[in-house]
């Protein structure tokens, strides 16, 4: 009987944890391609950059970061300096469209294994590491899509010059 207790609590607490969304976009090798560049190698790393995500709902980051060279790979440390959720993801502003709605749908999803996109719970530091190894048009996006947070001012365009 004590067996069948911690199974059946168990597959609750799984319940839970599919429900508070754990969000990741499918396969992420080789085959995931993305329009605004590719996952990024720590042997690749051309320089780092820190970002902080406050509640004043702006990223900070040190260096500014003013441009992106194409083919260049980046390490973002983001720090979540506030008291509420944040994340810190990179895309194109298709891909930021998308993300808001799916963030819309499921408000309280986690990015578990999504490799242009993080997740912080308050306090939190984590890190993205992102090539930029593919033409666009238009700027590179960082966004929180959290619920309100990308409408009250919580992105930065940052342009990205070509070779």
Not at 9 to 15: M, Q
Not at 21 to 44: T, V
Not at 124 to 138: H, I, P, Y
Request: with cysteine.
């Amino acid at each position: 009987m004590k067996q069948l207790t911690i199974a059946a609590l168990c597959a609750l607490s799984l319940n839970f944890a599919f429900a508070a969304g754990e969000h990741d976009h499918g396969d992420h090798g080789a085959a995931k391609q993305y329009a605004f560049g590719s996952p990024g190698q720590d042997s690749a790393v051309s320089r780092t950059v820190k970002v902080s995500a406050g509640d004043d709902m702006k990223f900070s980051y040190t260096p500014p970061l003013k441009t992106i060279k194409q083919g260049e790979t980046i390490r973002f440390i983001i720090t979540n300096t506030g008291k509420l959720a944040h994340e810190f993801s990179v895309g194109d502003a298709a891909s930021q469209r998308a993300h808001a709605l799916m963030m819309k749908k499921m408000p309280d999803m986690k990015h578990a294994d999504d490799p242009s996109a993080v997740s912080l719970a308050p306090g939190e530091t984590r890190q993205l590491v992102w090539r930029f190894d593919k033409a666009m048009s238009g700027d590179v996006i960082f966004a929180c899509q959290v619920p309100g947070h990308y409408d009250a001012g919580m992105k930065t365009n940052v342009p990205l010059a070509t070779k």
